[in-house]
């Protein structure tokens, strides 16, 4: 299974000329400032027109998503942007998430993520051969796939959905998790769940099973570094993969900001530390977060546990409904490849688009986007939370406005 990544040759868009020769230079947008960039992404985007959507993930960084049509999650926004009749999804978040939009997408729909460099350090945590590996391992002592489901984050590359999907498994969201768990338990009696260790023993312990029937697969180690008995003992079966921004929050810091404020709600991701949301007020996915804030009373103070763009973003537009909104680590839980595409980046794929290029497209492989789609349907028959994402400045007021 295979994922290509190129530069394919744009359709010609609107009025703009078919252009000659290689893609404007990165390296001449990066040496200018962010603010520079306002104009010319704004004369982009008229000139675009409705051929092209912008999607902006929650944890970007103001200067670009202020330019999104849409925010929301990343299966919300690739629903979305499959929905539409635009020819060209840029797609502001990471490269899991541009696979994602590019798997549901429409036929002829092209995604381009602005920075291909621009990844996820949890979906990275599983690289295909390591899963297949794993699986091989399972399968000597005993545990095919008549006796264990593989269920994949969202959180994961276009190959891991497609794993899952072909040997009986499907995708699931943070929202839908325990959903997912129950659809597995009743096809068989295991399950493997890749990538994120946080977000399965999260799920697993709230639906009662105990910690003593989930074990740890680390890839790096012989066969998971768990014992033949273990394995075969265990119900869930956690990959060792975590999100670099969640696991910083630490129990530590509950403690100290309920000290500091008397009071205050503690809201966490699920995917943070099983510690740090035993002592939470509450856990949810990022679209729940939200809501949590919001359906809050005047006068109510937040401490939340998840990336620092999104919360920062949240105390800005709930200071004037008398909410308090702060994160729950001051030290700067940035997501740091979400952050790595800049206005610059913007600038650059939008341009070459107005030009007539398609610079860093997303294309994954036919038969991987065969089974990925299929672990994505599957998903469908547990229910996903409804889109709640809509045009970027229904929930931003200070959001650029689409001029096209």
Same mark, same amino acid.
Request: glycine share 6%; with cysteine.
């Given at each position: 299974m295979e994922l290509l990544v190129e530069d394919a040759p744009a359709t010609r868009v609107a009025d703009a000329p078919v252009s000659e020769g290689e893609a404007c230079s990165l390296e001449n947008y990066l040496a200018l400032p962010d603010n520079t960039m306002d104009e010319r992404i704004a004369a982009a985007r008229k000139q675009l027109g409705k051929s092209t959507i912008l999607l902006g993930h929650h944890y970007q960084r103001d200067e670009v998503i202020r330019f999104a049509d849409y925010t929301g999650d990343s299966y919300r926004?690739?629903?979305?942007?499959?929905?539409? +009749?635009? &020819?060209?999804?840029?797609?502001?978040?990471? @490269?899991? =998430?541009?696979?994602? #939009?590019?798997?549901?997408?429409? #036929?002829?729909?092209?995604? %381009?993520?602005? !920075?291909?460099?621009?990844?996820?350090? =949890?979906? !990275? =945590?599983?690289? %295909?051969? &390591?899963? +297949? !590996?794993?699986?091989?391992?399972l399968e000597r002592v005993g545990l095919g796939e008549d006796k264990v489901t593989p269920l994949t984050y969202m959180n994961s590359t276009a190959a891991i959905k497609a794993f899952c999907g072909e040997r009986g498994g499907l995708v699931c969201t943070s929202s839908n998790a325990a959903a997912a768990f129950d659809w597995a338990f009743e096809r068989r009696e295991k399950i493997l769940f890749l990538p994120d260790q946080h977000l399965g023993r999260n799920t697993a312990y709230a639906m009662g099973i105990p910690m003593n029937e989930m074990v740890v697969w680390d890839p790096?180690?012989?066969?998971g570094g768990v014992a033949p008995d273990r394995l075969r003992a265990a119900k869930v079966i956690l990959w060792k993969g975590h999100c670099s921004v969640h696991q910083r929050f630490l129990p530590s810091h509950v403690d100290a900001m309920r000290?500091?404020?008397?009071?205050?709600?503690?809201?966490? @991701?699920?995917?943070?530390?099983?510690?740090?949301?035993?002592?939470? !007020?509450?856990?949810g996915s990022t679209e729940r977060l939200i809501e949590l804030v919001e359906k809050a009373?005047?006068?109510s103070t937040f401490a939340i546990g998840t990336e620092i763009h999104l919360v920062n973003r949240l105390a800005k537009r709930f200071a004037g409904k008398g909410k308090r909104v702060m994160t729950l680590d001051d030290t700067g839980c940035l997501c740091t490849t979400m952050y790595r595409i800049s206005p610059q980046h913007l600038a650059w794929a939008l341009e070459n688009l107005v030009e007539g290029r398609v610079v860093n497209r997303i294309q994954v492989a036919e038969d991987v986007k065969h089974w990925a789609k299929v672990a994505l349907d599957r998903m469908l028959e547990i229910g996903v939370p409804a889109p709640k994402a809509g045009p970027a400045e229904a929930q931003a007021p200070d959001a650029v406005q689409r001029s096209a």
């Amino acid at each position: 299974m295979e994922l290509l990544v190129e530069d394919a040759p744009a359709t010609r868009v609107a009025d703009a000329p078919v252009s000659e020769g290689e893609a404007c230079s990165l390296e001449n947008y990066l040496a200018l400032p962010d603010n520079t960039m306002d104009e010319r992404i704004a004369a982009a985007r008229k000139q675009l027109g409705k051929s092209t959507i912008l999607l902006g993930h929650h944890y970007q960084r103001d200067e670009v998503i202020r330019f999104a049509d849409y925010t929301g999650d990343s299966y919300r926004l690739s629903k979305i942007a499959a929905s539409t +009749e635009a &020819q060209y999804v840029v797609f502001c978040g990471v @490269h899991f =998430m541009a696979e994602c #939009a590019d798997v549901l997408g429409k #036929a002829g729909q092209q995604v %381009i993520l602005p !920075d291909i460099n621009a990844g996820c350090s =949890m979906a !990275d =945590m599983a690289e %295909i051969s &390591q899963v +297949e !590996d794993c699986w091989e391992s399972l399968e000597r002592v005993g545990l095919g796939e008549d006796k264990v489901t593989p269920l994949t984050y969202m959180n994961s590359t276009a190959a891991i959905k497609a794993f899952c999907g072909e040997r009986g498994g499907l995708v699931c969201t943070s929202s839908n998790a325990a959903a997912a768990f129950d659809w597995a338990f009743e096809r068989r009696e295991k399950i493997l769940f890749l990538p994120d260790q946080h977000l399965g023993r999260n799920t697993a312990y709230a639906m009662g099973i105990p910690m003593n029937e989930m074990v740890v697969w680390d890839p790096w180690q012989i066969n998971g570094g768990v014992a033949p008995d273990r394995l075969r003992a265990a119900k869930v079966i956690l990959w060792k993969g975590h999100c670099s921004v969640h696991q910083r929050f630490l129990p530590s810091h509950v403690d100290a900001m309920r000290a500091k404020y008397p009071g205050v709600q503690v809201i966490v @991701h699920p995917e943070c530390r099983w510690e740090v949301c035993q002592k939470a !007020d509450a856990l949810g996915s990022t679209e729940r977060l939200i809501e949590l804030v919001e359906k809050a009373p005047e006068g109510s103070t937040f401490a939340i546990g998840t990336e620092i763009h999104l919360v920062n973003r949240l105390a800005k537009r709930f200071a004037g409904k008398g909410k308090r909104v702060m994160t729950l680590d001051d030290t700067g839980c940035l997501c740091t490849t979400m952050y790595r595409i800049s206005p610059q980046h913007l600038a650059w794929a939008l341009e070459n688009l107005v030009e007539g290029r398609v610079v860093n497209r997303i294309q994954v492989a036919e038969d991987v986007k065969h089974w990925a789609k299929v672990a994505l349907d599957r998903m469908l028959e547990i229910g996903v939370p409804a889109p709640k994402a809509g045009p970027a400045e229904a929930q931003a007021p200070d959001a650029v406005q689409r001029s096209a």
